[in-house]
């Protein structure tokens, strides 16, 4: 089945940076014509959609991480990366790769949850003051 595995969590300075990365095996699942999707869950909050890129490079950000985020990937790696820049303690959380290897009607990219099939267990970023 597809699997999605997390790294590249851990912790850092207000205003540093991290990349998250998601390999993203399965023979069901096409990194380059399917999609990825990256979501967080912060202290007391609901699961949210930060960033997706969808099939030909479509790509979508949440308004609390534009500018600040970036999310591209590798098809020969078959991984998608999350690059955070100029983190802020809020942005501690865990953190989720997501993907969907179906059109379904869904209006990609998409940062909504239940738009995905697919998801890894999650890394952990903790930003300090």
């Known amino acids: 089945q597809v699997q999605l595995v997390e790294s590249g969590g851990g912790s850092v300075q207000s205003g540093g940076s991290l990349t998250l990365s998601c390999v993203i095996s399965?023979?069901?699942?096409?990194?380059?014509?399917?999609?990825v999707g990256w979501f967080r869950r912060l202290p007391g909050k609901e699961r949210e959609g930060i960033a997706a890129?969808?099939?030909?490079?479509?790509?979508i950000y949440a308004d609390s991480v534009k500018g600040r985020f970036a999310i591209s990937h590798s098809n020969a790696k078959k991984t998608s990366y999350l690059q955070m820049n100029n983190l802020k303690p809020e942005d501690t959380g865990m953190y989720y790769c997501a993907a969907a290897q179906t059109w379904r009607g869904i209006n990609w990219p998409s940062l909504s949850a239940p738009a995905y099939d697919y998801w890894g267990r999650g890394t952990q970023v903790t930003v300090s003051s």
């Open positions: 399965g023979d069901t699942f096409d990194i380059g014509t399917g999609h």
């Open positions: 890129l969808a099939f030909r490079s479509s790509i």
